[in-house]
């Protein structure tokens, strides 16, 4: 496996202009762009213009096909009943997509989809004419790594409740200079009632409109941002399972780096930070996200959560799978076994080992310590 060598030179974000399609604001409704828009006082830098004129352009067309979905739709999914959900939660970059992707081959199991969550307001009226745009936009493979992407493939929600309501993780990487705004909706902390009932609304909305297009299956759900939210999801769902899924916080981080290096910049419509002010915003929300899911995990009922390690998925995938299967009481392992065995044979460089320097592991301890002495985890070793 390929390992990255990693340095203190200081690394600069650049913004190709000219690269408009992967922003996720195009399937946003033309609402929520407008509230966005007006959130960051509509300061938008040169090299973000063409993306915003791009979303507009998407959102405005998209607009008549929304009012109509909700036309036809609207009371149907009101009344649709979701099955408590299976939730998967980690911090980004901690293997939460190889999981969702693996559970998502059960057939007992439906999940949000990468065209369900990039234009959610019109995926079950409108799928034959809207997902082929969709798929034209996308690469064959994730800017960050090697992980196949397509529209059909599972995806997390959050990218889903950016494009519904402007209170997502995701926004802040298209308007980083209030990034640290949209941080405080992943934990949910210092934000006005409102926010967070009408966050808990459309969240409602769109499970159980996937839940439509799933034909009422259970859901298998991928969001880090949710690890933060237990006491929400609880509020909503609570006899929901859930699978936390953890990685050596050393490879979190560079992982992290070299995710918003290679994706960040193809969604920002303002010229991001530099380097260094990114690195303490993402491990200030590592440190948050994290002190709140140890407060809260202790309010899932004894037997609705399980927690795996992603280096001991790597290594014997099968049996941790099973596991999950085995501790939360879920049935169907038997049946789809062949399934998952068919999906893991397809799958190869599942873990980016880095090597570092004695600064920047220090540096990376002194923020990240908490969980890298409970977890017991050594850069060393990986282990």
């Not at 390992?3 to 922003?23: A, K, Y």
């Not at 990218?159 to 705004?181: E, I």
Request: net charge positive; charged share 25%.
């Amino acid at each position: 496996m390929a390992s990255d060598s990693v340095t203190e030179r200081q690394d600069v974000l650049h913004v190709d202009p000219f690269m408009v399609t992967f922003t996720p604001l195009a399937g946003s409704t033309f609402t929520n762009l407008l509230r966005l828009l007006a959130q960051n006082r509509f300061r938008v830098d040169a090299s973000g213009i063409p993306r915003v004129l791009y979303s507009l352009l998407m959102s405005l067309a998209l607009s008549p096909l929304n009012l109509l979905e909700r036309l036809r739709y609207g009371k149907a999914i009101r009344s649709t009943r979701v099955k408590p959900p299976l939730f998967i939660l980690g911090h980004w970059r901690s293997g939460t997509t190889f999981l969702h992707n693996i559970l998502a081959q059960d057939s007992q199991f439906g999940y949000p989809s990468t065209f369900q969550t990039v234009t959610p307001g019109l995926f079950l009226w409108f799928e034959n004419l809207v997902k082929p745009l969709v798929a034209s936009s996308l690469p064959e493979k994730r800017p960050e790594d090697d992980v196949a992407l397509g529209a059909d493939l599972p995806q997390e929600d959050e990218y889903a409740m950016g494009n519904l309501c402007p209170f997502s993780f995701y926004n802040g990487w298209c308007f980083p200079r209030n990034m640290a705004r949209y941080h405080r909706y992943v934990c949910m902390d210092d934000v006005p009632a409102h926010v967070v009932e009408e966050w808990k609304r459309r969240y409602r909305l769109f499970l159980r409109k996937v839940t439509v297009a799933c034909d009422g299956r259970r859901l298998v759900v991928k969001n880090p941002a949710n690890t933060a939210r237990i006491r929400l999801l609880l509020d909503m769902y609570p006899d929901a399972r859930f699978v936390h899924i953890r990685r050596n916080p050393y490879h979190v981080f560079f992982s992290m780096k070299r995710n918003i290096m290679t994706e960040m910049t193809l969604y920002c419509v303002q010229q991001p930070p530099d380097w260094p002010s990114l690195e303490r915003r993402m491990t200030a929300l590592y440190r948050r996200m994290y002190e709140k899911f140890f407060a809260e995990r202790r309010l899932i009922p004894d037997g609705n959560l399980v927690e795996v390690r992603f280096e001991d998925l790597v290594d014997r995938p099968l049996a941790v799978v099973e596991g999950i299967y085995d501790e939360l009481g879920l049935s169907g392992y038997a049946a789809a076994r062949d399934a998952f065995a068919g999906y893991l044979a397809s799958q190869s460089n599942l873990s980016h080992p880095y090597r570092a320097g004695e600064e920047i592991r220090q540096r990376i301890y002194d923020e990240l310590h908490e969980t890298i002495d409970r977890w017991g985890y050594d850069l060393q070793t990986g282990q």
